[in-house]
């Protein structure tokens, strides 16, 4: 109910924006199809059919009604053109958002990085960037983060959070404030079903890391003595808008690693039993002396052996940042 709530304030905006669109233009008989496509989608809600497939009359996925609140077909009753259509929009979609990505391999201000990114579809809910700060002499910020659900609607709020962060960057912030800005301008613009973990932190040329964990799964310090859990300092994001978001703080010397994953990793499953984070922190304790991108290439060769065939069913994205 929620969700329907959410669609219906969405296309009451979209219908206003519509109406005053309409007298600027040459040709308003697209706007006024549109209008009428809105009012249909508001009729529907009103009657209780809404979301219901006018072909087979079963339940359209909440996934494409929120990438597409117009929509009245479900995903196995497109015809050929529409699931074409549909197709070469999920390919753009992908290409795009690889775009988002940052570079990989990257060694900068005393540090080398290297990130695994693998949706489980055309297109997921993953997000993961790393770019020098605003202020600051040799300081870098990174932020990861896992959207609740999957696909298209999933992939639209991680993009979201990719605008987000990248609109905070002017201002010069640390990873606390960071969240905490972001949280409030995520719970202002999206359905309050969505939300958001994430990891976000500033690593200077010292060594020293400030992580704000807001309810992702802990970060790996990876040293020749142990490996440490920085577990999370607040609830994910999206969830209540005024919150607080605690740091922590940790040293890294030259050779230790951060390393940083998504539950995709951890809650792979076999068919019986997860992956788990004790298995990937046993993994990790012998492999102290390998580089950010042997790092990672082991624990995804961990991984294959584990699913022992077995495709993945969430988007995991796997990062390794180690002082030099």
Known sequence: MAVIDSLR???LERRTRLEAAMPLLKDPAPVVHLLQEVDAALERMENGTYGVCMVCQGHIEKELLLANPLVRVCLEDLNAAQQRALEEDLDLASRLQAALLPQNNLALHGWEMHYHYAPAGPVGGDYWDMFPAQQGDGELLFVLGDVSGKGVAASLLATQLHAIFHSLLPFG????????RANRLLCESSFNSHYATLICGKADGTGNVEIC???HPPALLLSPQSVQHLDATGVPAGLFC???????TVTLQP??????FTDGLTEAMDGQAEYGLERLSNLIAALHELTPKDLVTSC??????FL???????DLTLVAIRKI
């Open 242 to 248: 005024d919150t607080p978001f605690d740091v922590t």
């Open 173 to 180: 912030l640390g990873p606390s404030d960071l969240v905490t």
């Open 255 to 260: 050779g230790d690693t951060l390393l940083m």
């Open 300 to 305: 995804l060769s961990d991984l294959t052996g």
């Open 9 to 11: 304030e969405q296309l």
């Open 308 to 314: 022992a065939g077995r495709e993945p069913v969430d």
């Open 213 to 215: 964990n807001a309810g």
